[in-house]
């Protein structure tokens, strides 16, 4: 699976957008781009996943470049639950494991 | 259930002894996830279930570490003879096996280990 890479922190105010990027420069063309998130002391929780066109669910939206060498995910009106640690995976699909980095630890500051 | 358990929560060993983690995957899931998570860290893959067969056990990290799913539903991590270095959050994840884009993997809360 391609590596990925995030900033390792970010803060964001409590009712704005927040905007994670992500670096995947060598990301195959079979392969999806996934969020993850991970709210202390709990399990990862799955977010969003795309190809190459960008996504909208509940929770947010992800934009992928068009070469597909990054993408962004967008928290709409974030809020303190969105405190959490959010991994930019990239895999194939199916039932592939999933390969986590470090991810970028987002702080909402009231 | 409504979603992946996991027991204990917290684990406390001395270093020798031999522990014993369960995961109670989503009723009908067919594929079962272990990873393991050190402090500060994201969770890394030990192995892989399909049912009851292993198919993947790449990332077990030595032969102290056993895991098995009999029955294709519960599944047990085994780590015997624990060393300081096992201490880490062990998440399992199980997801439907459909082999589709998403397939969401669903975490459980995971169980801390920590050896003395």
């Known amino acids: 699976d391609a590596k990925t890479t995030q900033p390792t922190s970010m803060d964001c105010a409590e009712g704005r957008a927040a905007n994670l990027p992500c670096n995947h420069s060598?990301?195959?063309?079979?392969?999806?781009v996934y969020w993850y998130r991970q709210i202390h002391s709990q399990g990862p929780q799955y977010i969003i996943h795309?190809?190459?066109n960008n996504e909208t669910n509940e929770m947010a939206s992800l934009i992928i470049t068009e070469d597909r060498k990054s993408s962004t995910l967008i928290l709409p009106h974030a809020t303190l639950r969105d405190t959490a640690v959010y991994y930019c995976?990239?895999?194939?699909?199916?039932?592939?494991?999933?390969?986590f980095g470090t991810g970028t630890r987002l702080t909402i500051i009231p | 259930g409504a979603g992946v358990s996991q027991s204990p929560r917290y684990k406390v060993a001395k270093r020798g002894q031999d522990v014993a983690l369960r995961c109670d995957p989503i009723?009908?899931?067919?594929?079962l996830f272990w990873y393991q998570q050190a402090l500060g860290q994201g969770p890394e893959f030990l192995t892989y279930?399909?049912?009851?067969?292993?198919?993947?056990k790449s990332g077990l990290p030595s032969d102290r570490f056993f895991a098995e799913r009999p029955e294709g539903s519960v599944s047990t991590l085994k780590i015997q003879r624990t060393q300081q270095e096992d201490s880490a959050v062990y998440l399992c994840?199980?997801?439907?096996?459909?082999?589709?884009?998403?397939?969401?993997?669903?975490f459980g809360p995971g169980t801390r280990l920590t050896v003395l």
């Open positions: 994840a199980s997801s439907s096996g459909e082999w589709v884009q998403a397939n969401e993997q669903f």
């Open positions: 060598t990301i195959s063309g079979n392969e999806y």
């Open positions: 795309g190809l190459k």
């Open positions: 995976i990239v895999r194939v699909g199916g039932n592939e494991k999933l390969t």
């Open positions: 009723s009908g899931h067919v594929s």
């Open positions: 279930f399909q049912n009851e067969a292993q198919l993947d």
